[in-house]
């Protein structure tokens, strides 16, 4: 669903991956946020941030999109500082996402066309990913007047088909009703198949465990744990996993 055709700095972007992180530090009040020795996100697939709130799965999400600084430390895109201009094969969607105030789908197309597609591509493309997305009935209403969950999907719907090489996602589903959950994990599971790099953060660990392939569970602004899916799920290494995976409360 993402085949984006890509000319302009599309087509001259240096690969965006792999994202590194060496140890990241940050503080407030005295409090850690964020404590990361080392982390790499290359490959394929789809990584799931899970972790009980508070435990700096935005703020980590953030500061390797290179949103917020961190007091030390540092955050490497393909060995360089992070810098969106120069890696546009990039995107991110946050819990609440931000719209052009225009139809649903000049929305679409304005991404598209920043990619470096046509106008006329552009408007075949959004037609097709606005399809997909179940928002075609919506895509000449302004996106001002959109629910929140419709907002949710439109941003998703807007990030996916501009076919960027990495995608960070906020609780892509949080105010979905089920179908539209559905209909967006089957789009993040093809852009995954299709080689997108996609890191999400879920609370719904059935979600994450639908479309992970790999968990990283965070608890205190630490990566407790960083495994395959089956193996997080099936043998958490330490009782601070064990117990969220249980439902348990983590302080
Ligand atoms: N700018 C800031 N100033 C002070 N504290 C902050 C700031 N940003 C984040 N925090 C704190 O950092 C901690 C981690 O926040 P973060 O949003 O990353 O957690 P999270 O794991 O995404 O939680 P949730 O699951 O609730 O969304 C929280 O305790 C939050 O209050």
Redesign the pocket.
């Known amino acids: 669903m993402h085949e984006v055709v890509r000319s302009g700095p599309q087509a001259a972007a240096k690969p965006i991956l792999p994202v590194s992180a060496e140890r990241l530090f940050v503080r407030?009040?005295g409090?850690v946020?964020l404590d990361i020795e080392a982390l790499t996100i290359g490959g394929r697939g789809t990584t799931v941030l899970v972790?009980?709130?508070?435990?700096?799965?935005?703020?980590?999400l953030n500061v390797l999109a290179g949103l917020r600084a961190p007091d030390s430390g540092r955050v490497l895109w393909n060995g360089e500082p992070p810098n969106r201009q120069r890696y546009c094969r990039f995107g991110m969607v946050l819990q609440r996402p931000v719209l052009l105030r225009r139809s649903v789908r000049a929305n679409v197309e304005f991404a598209l066309r920043a990619v470096g597609s046509s106008a006329e591509q552009a408007r075949a493309q959004a037609h097709r990913a606005l399809e997909a997305a179940g928002l075609l009935a919506l895509a000449n209403a302004s996106a001002r007047v959109l629910s929140g969950g419709e907002m949710q999907r439109l941003a998703l719907t807007r990030a996916l088909a501009a076919g960027p090489d990495l995608l960070f996602l906020d609780?892509p589903t949080s105010s979905l009703d089920p179908a539209s959950m559905q209909t967006i994990e089957a789009m993040v599971r093809n852009a995954s198949e299709d080689g997108m790099r996609i890191v999400l953060?879920a609370?719904d660990l059935a979600q994450a465990r639908r479309l992970g392939d790999e968990i990283i569970f965070?608890h205190r602004?630490k990566i407790v744990e960083h495994a395959p899916t089956d193996r997080f799920f099936g043998a958490p290494a330490t009782p601070e996993a064990q117990a969220f995976i249980a439902g348990k409360i983590l302080i």
């Open positions: 407030r009040k409090r946020l972790g009980p709130n508070g435990a700096g799965k935005s703020l980590l609780e953060i609370h965070m602004g």
